[in-house]
């Protein structure tokens, strides 16, 4: 009987890279708005969470689509103006003044990205930053203890505040200059 010996070579493999994992995410509803993104599992601070996405138009484009819709998706890219009209998981994040999350512009793609860590369970949020608006109001129920009240921009609020000044003073004039016509 002839015993056959199998000589066994060993090697320490390391593990191979694995390319980063996006965050697992769940729709449901959100005590801040109708339904809201939130995770499933940890993230941390710097990962990107997720791209808006869709199709790219113009500003005018958007204005003439969404004339008569009182809720739109479109998120402004670049310096001209474009807009992005986006559909995905991204459109369910909804705006806070006390954001775990911010976006960021690479090469005209939106990433979403968690700006601290972020448990699994928390309902991801951002701050909209909304401009460009003949609305009066875009009121904001986050509940952040230090809530703005407002979803629009800071640029966006001064902005309106000059448009109502101006409008105010067309009016003053305007009810002034009937009562000099008024003999």
């Excluded at 996006?22 to 801040?32: C, E, K, M």
């Excluded at 500003?59 to 807009?83: C, M, Q, S």
Aim: proline share 5%.
């Amino acid at each position: 009987m002839r015993l056959h010996f199998l000589r066994l070579a060993v090697a320490i493999l390391h593990p191979m890279p694995t390319p980063a994992r996006s965050p697992r995410l769940l729709i449901r509803s959100s005590a801040i708005h109708a339904a809201g993104c939130y995770t499933l599992d940890p993230i941390r601070k710097g990962s990107r969470i997720s791209e808006y996405d869709g199709v790219r138009i113009t500003k005018g484009e958007a204005d003439e689509r969404y004339a008569d819709r009182p809720v739109t998706y479109l998120f402004r890219i670049g310096t001209k103006g474009d807009v992005i009209d986006g559909f995905g998981t991204p459109m369910f994040l909804n705006h806070s003044c006390d954001p775990n999350c911010d976006t960021d512009e690479i090469r005209g793609r939106v990433w979403i990205k968690a700006i601290r860590d972020i448990a699994a369970g928390e309902e991801l949020v951002y701050v909209y930053n909304l401009y460009d608006s003949e609305e009066d109001d875009a009121d904001c129920y986050c509940g952040a203890k230090q809530c703005r009240g407002t979803m629009f921009s800071d640029e966006e609020v001064q902005r309106q505040k000059r448009r109502k000044a101006r409008l105010a003073a067309k009016k003053r004039a305007k009810r002034a200059s009937s009562r000099a016509a008024t003999p």
